[in-house]
């Protein structure tokens, strides 16, 4: 119902769409043809925080933040409580999400299979932690405890070319690169392993979720 300037890679399955907000329910194309599992949104005219859609969390009525730690939050405004389709999501009477007259951007993710997952594990508090399959080895990964405050945490493969993994960067901190053995995590050929008991990785019962990108992209074979 806005209309939208796309720029979608369906192969991708990674669009960006520029539209301009109304601050009231509306719907949005987003070029994919498929789903998508993690949207980000920020108001470009606005001092707003960014506002994460992920498939995983509770439900259409939660969001995330790129600007903080908190867990995950219920606001129905921000997506209207609405599940995205393959074709549109819906954004609501939320400024940050959809301000009145204001310019937003909108980068919308679709899993391929292969390429890029959007999912979510529980934590087991041991350092024999879960090991989380996505299909592919990951080149990215970012993850977020939800259930409680944590700030997001990123992995990856070129700042690492080994495991055990134990450097992590915070995209909402200032902090610097940080390194711990709390921190220990197996980058997979098809996943990825937590070896750590720490509670922003792997608490006991602990929800998190997460988004990777393949270091190698591939499709794999299918029976006939």
Known sequence: SITSQVRANQTAGTSIASFTGTNAVATVAHGLNAAPEFIAVKNRDDTASWMVYHSKLTSAAYYLSFNDGDPEQSASSVWNST??????????????????????????????????????????????GPFVFTGFKPRFLLLKRIDSSSSWRIFDTARETHNVQDALLFPNESSAETESSSYYTDILSNGFKLRTSNTHLNASGGTYVFAAFAEHPFKTARAR
């Open 83 to 128: 599940t995205p389709t393959n074709s549109v999501f819906t954004v609501g009477a939320d400024n940050e999400s959809n301000g009145s007259g204001d310019d937003m951007i909108a980068y919308c993710f679709a899993p391929v299979e292969g390429y890029s997952a959007f999912n979510k594990f529980t934590g087991n508090g041991s350092a024999d």
